[in-house]
């Protein structure tokens, strides 16, 4: 039984993958705004119901690996040891994240760039976003003490966090020629220097 499961699971991601690469196949051809979802699921060579089954509609198609990414971020913060402080908790996640990523698929960059010119796929970037924010919050939240104000240090700890991640990503689609690593830990460094 768990081998069937297992195979199952497998052809789950493997379609997931396939309507998320033939998404920004599309948008990178055509612009995000001419994609629809029955391109996308003729692309991908399956039904619109089946594209149904795995996004809501295409926006999501064209975020899944930037989700992926950022919930991977979300683990190695949440496996940093408890009573690590919340900062340098965020920066070591950070920084093994963004060693991970060295090896960055094309598609991912393309889809950074196509973000950056098209203002509603950035709308629902930052609605997106939004949701995940609020799951480092609560991470963040459980690591300090029960006071009045770890409520609001938590969402400006996590706020602060993803804003610098997303700077550090920018400029290094701008400039690929420093590592993302590099960026990250120097976007970091920056908000706690004087």
């Not at 991601?13 to 055509?30: G, I, S, V």
């Not at 060693?99 to 796929?121: C, G, K, Y």
Request: charged residues 30%.
């Amino acid at each position: 039984m768990d081998e069937t499961v297992g195979r199952r699971e497998r052809k789950k991601a493997a379609t997931r993958e396939a309507l998320h690469r033939a998404a920004l196949q599309l948008a990178a051809e055509q612009g995000p705004d001419r994609v629809t979802v029955e391109a996308i699921a003729d692309a991908a060579d399956v039904s619109r119901r089946t594209f149904s089954n795995y996004f809501a509609n295409k926006e999501e198609a064209l975020f899944h690996a930037d989700l992926v990414r950022i919930r991977r971020l979300l683990e190695l913060v949440h496996a940093q040891p408890l009573d690590t402080p919340p900062w340098t908790a965020l920066t070591r996640a950070a920084e093994e994240h963004a060693r991970e990523s060295e090896d960055v698929d094309p598609l991912w960059l393309a889809q950074r760039r196509l973000i950056r010119s098209h203002p509603s796929l950035a709308a629902h970037q930052i609605a997106a976003y939004g949701t995940v924010e609020q799951e480092f919050t609560a991470e963040i939240a459980r690591r300090l003490p029960a006071e009045p104000e770890s409520p609001l240090r938590a969402r400006v700890l996590a706020g602060t966090f993803l804003h610098a991640l997303r700077a550090a990503t920018s400029h290094w689609t701008d400039h690929p020629e420093r590592s993302l690593a590099e960026l990250v830990r120097a976007a970091l460094g920056y908000v706690t220097a004087e």
